[in-house]
């Protein structure tokens, strides 16, 4: 019902930037909350930032929050990651979440998802 395809991974240096885009399809994307969430080797999928509907608010953890923003274009049917001052344990794949009508942080709590784009990031 809804399709999300990330793009914009690959290597970054430390303190770098990179910017990652999700195209949503299949359903009206005003509709839905918007997250990332990210998953390094050996670990569990973690809450990076989540978005509104209409893209009024954002939240973050707080690993990334002064870092990382967020954002969505729904005229286009995408939502952003901006990711400045990068670290080595940002290295993960991200990924592109959606879920009706609120926002949540648990991987659970979302209904679709993107294939994922690794994100590496080196000292």
């Known amino acids: 019902q809804v399709q999300l395809v990330e793009s914009g991974g690959g290597l970054g240096q430390a303190g770098g930037s990179l910017r990652l885009s999700c195209v949503a399809s299949g359903r009206t994307f005003s509709n839905y909350a918007m997250a990332w969430f990210r998953q390094a080797q050996g670990k569990e999928r973690e809450f990076v930032a989540a978005?509104?509907?209409?893209?009024?608010?954002?939240d973050y953890a707080d690993s990334v929050k002064g870092r990382f923003t967020i954002s969505r274009d729904n005229a286009k049917n995408t939502v952003y990651l901006q990711m400045s001052s990068l670290k080595p344990e940002d290295t993960a794949v991200y990924f592109c979440a959606a879920r009706f009508n609120f926002r949540s942080y648990n991987t659970r709590d979302y209904n679709y998802w993107g294939q994922g784009t690794q994100v590496t990031v080196s000292s």
């Open positions: 978005i509104t509907r209409s893209g009024g608010s954002a």
